[in-house]
């Protein structure tokens, strides 16, 4: 399924979408950067054809910007024609301010509002542990109950529980109770032959050895002890990196070429003269 | 992946929850915190797919089990010795409870004279307190070395602060909209007052790197002590032990009482009194958890003698990459108070060019300078 979406995925992460979907529980993904766990919340929008509701963690995100927030300039207006137009009923009055045409939503109640009619919208929590401690206390209603409760107006209820897909970097431990609500998998780099297809389907226009020869050598890299071994998206710039410089394989012919897009591949210019070192050597072996 | 939840009968789906919660009790004592609730997760997980594939019982458990990459590995093994049909797999044999004696080690030079004391004190008194805080803590006799542990336990290792994203009230601070509006719909539109708002201020995370080599025998328990001190003040803290391997004991530390919690730390550490690679271990530290963040902006914390194993260029090279991630490197060295120290080891000579403050942790008194020292924030550092 998440093929039709340009995302290949091992038995291990098409399980893991599967009950996600079926047991209607988050999908808590972990793993080195660049592996493809955003991307696997794109293909499953892509795949149930919704839309992505996309938050963004940061350390300060607190309610008003993760949950819903009150359209304040609005509610003076009303305030203010209903006085012009010389309503003295205090407590309609008030109850008219706290209406939910007020409420502004925000990403996790417009995905609880998203869902309806069998259609399920798609979540990504990204970088949670990005955010403090604080906001996974929000966090935990919503994922477990599906529901977001406003004082002043009541709970909000899922129609149809959103799928939803939580990333974390680990450079915190995210909190148990968190992570007990969710399935838990972990992202590995994927092999070699995995790679050369996931490059030759996210760009077609690459030659299988081009393909090749980068999926070797970001292998090679990942086992060199790098400060940042490369990802598949680093992968992928760099193909697309040397498609650009007209590159069709990885021959002695384009080695300058390859050196020199290296910024594309790794990120650190200890890593990169780590890697031009070998890269003649790697090219050859691949 | 077909549903087999609806043919299974209700005895074969009784066995199926028997044999999970089985597999459980064996990933329990591997190590992995299987849940009672994660189990029904796996059996619910199970029912959504094919009981009978081998593959399937294996990632629907994985992903409703573990809860961390450690978990993984140990799984792994918990899987095949459970399914395999093999017995299960030895556990890792918890090693004695090491009560650190203060024994003289080779590399502690002392003067002749200030050796372990024969008298036992029966309780300590304020002039015994006061003498007790300028000796040597490789000296002391077991029931001195009591009354030090419960003066650590006392210790108020809270660092430095840091200007937070978040706000709070305030009387004076840049008017907060938010909270002005809903006054001034409560008081029915009319700007009364202007409701102001300040930045919140938060601890900088503490991490600690305590070195539990044979080097420093006779203070890596003081020290472990002093770290859970600081990790029960304040939540956040990270404790890691660096040996012949990398341990990360922030888990550990979590009990309350400071000897339950050194008796969980003592289970996981691998590697007491062995030789210590000090900078192959910082770069595991930095590469595993580190750059990710765990370092980023905090003050670190180095208890380690500086006797480095390996290449000591490595050492130095991690430490300039810690210097770079954190905010503050305090490094600790036992050594440091003997009178007539120079830091002569290789290990030490690398590392010092990275470190803001080199300063001794001999005796108690020293601890508590350094809990001081954290405190106050940066400061007569020695890094440019």
Same mark, same amino acid.
């Given at each position: 399924m998440l093929e039709q979406q340009d995302y290949l995925a091992d038995t291990g992460l098409a399980t893991a979408a599967f009950l996600a979907l079926r047991m209607q529980r988050p999908l808590f993904c972990e793993g080195d950067a660049g592996v493809g766990k955003t991307a696997l919340a794109t293909a499953l929008a892509g795949m149930l054809g919704t839309p992505l509701i996309r938050l963004q963690c940061y350390e300060g995100l607190d309610a008003a910007q993760a949950l819903y927030d009150w359209d304040f300039p609005r509610q003076l207006l009303h305030l203010r024609a209903a006085e012009a137009a010389g309503t003295v009923d205090a407590d309609r009055l008030e109850q008219e301010i706290y209406d939910r045409r007020f409420l502004v939503a925000r990403p996790l109640l417009q995905a609880l509002e998203a869902g309806s009619g069998g259609r399920r919208a798609v979540l990504l929590v990204d970088e949670v542990d990005r955010a403090d401690d604080e906001f996974e206390a929000f966090l935990l209603e919503v994922l477990s109950d599906w529901t977001i409760s406003v004082p002043e107006l009541g709970t909000i209820r899922a129609e149809v529980p959103p799928v939803v897909v939580v990333t974390s970097n680990r450079t915190r431990e995210v909190h148990d109770a968190l992570k007990r609500r969710c399935l838990y998998h972990w992202l590995p780099h994927p092999d070699v032959e995995r790679e050369v297809a996931i490059i030759r389907r996210r760009l077609p226009e690459a030659s299988e050895a081009l393909a090749t020869s980068v999926a070797r050598i970001a292998a090679l890299a990942r086992g060199e002890d790098l400060l940042k071994p490369p990802g598949v998206a680093e992968s992928l710039d760099w193909t697309e990196a040397l498609l650009a410089l007209g590159a069709r394989s990885l021959g002695p012919a384009e080695l300058d070429r390859a050196a020199a897009s290296l910024g594309a591949f790794v990120k650190y210019r200890e890593d990169q003269d780590r890697v031009a070192e070998r890269l003649a050597e790697w090219a050859a072996a691949g | 992946m077909t549903t087999a939840a609806g043919t299974a009968s209700a005895g074969a789906a009784d066995e199926l929850t028997r044999t999970l919660v089985g597999f459980a009790r064996v990933l329990r004592a591997a190590g992995v915190p299987a849940s009672p609730d994660r189990v029904h997760q796996t059996v619910t997980a199970v029912g959504h797919l094919d009981v009978c594939r081998r593959d399937d019982v294996y990632w629907a458990g994985r992903l409703t089990l573990c809860a961390g990459p450690d978990d993984l590995d140990r799984y792994d093994r918990a899987f095949t010795a459970y399914f395999g049909g093999l017995t299960a797999p030895p556990l890792r044999t918890v090693p004695p409870v090491q009560v650190l004696r203060p024994v003289a080690v080779?590399?502690? #030079?002392?003067?002749?004279? #200030?050796?372990?004391?024969?008298e036992e004190l029966p309780a300590a008194t304020a002039s015994e307190v006061e003498v007790l805080r300028h000796r040597?803590?490789?000296?002391?006799s077991p029931s001195e070395r009591e009354v030090v542990r419960r003066l650590i336990a006392l210790l108020d290792p809270v660092g430095e602060t840091r200007v937070s994203r978040r706000h709070r009230p305030a009387?004076?601070?840049?008017?907060?909209p938010g909270r002005t509006v809903r006054t001034m719909l409560r008081r029915g539109g009319e700007p009364v007052r202007l409701e102001r708002r300040a930045r919140r201020v938060r601890p900088r995370r503490l991490v600690l790197l305590v070195d539990v080599s044979g080097s420093m025998q006779p203070y890596a328990d003081p020290y472990l002590r002093f770290a859970h001190a600081a990790a029960r003040r304040r939540p956040g803290t990270e404790v890691f032990t660096i040996g012949t391997r990398l341990t990360r004991i922030t888990r550990e530390m979590r009990s309350r009482d400071p000897s339950t919690a050194l008796l969980a730390v003592s289970a996981a550490v691998?590697?007491?009194s062995g030789g210590t690679r000090l900078g192959e271990l910082l770069k595991a530290f930095l590469d595993r958890w580190g750059q990710r963040g765990v370092a980023r902006g905090a003050v670190v914390v180095v208890a380690s003698d500086g006797w480095e194993r390996g290449d000591a260029t490595q050492l130095g090279d991690q430490m300039t990459r810690l210097a770079r991630l954190a905010h503050r490197v305090v490094w600790v060295n036992?050594?440091? +108070?003997?009178? +007539?120290?120079?830091?002569?080891?290789a290990g030490m000579q690398a590392a010092l060019p990275s470190v803001d403050d080199f300063v001794d942790g001999h005796t108690y008194d020293a601890l508590q300078r350094l809990a001081a020292l954290l405190a106050a924030g940066r400061g007569g550092g020695r890094r440019a």
């Open positions: - | 080779p590399g502690t #030079e002392r003067p002749a004279g #200030e050796g372990p004391d024969a040597d803590l490789a000296g002391l009387y004076r601070g840049t008017v907060d691998p590697d007491w036992p050594h440091r +108070g003997t009178p +007539g120290y120079a830091p002569m080891t």
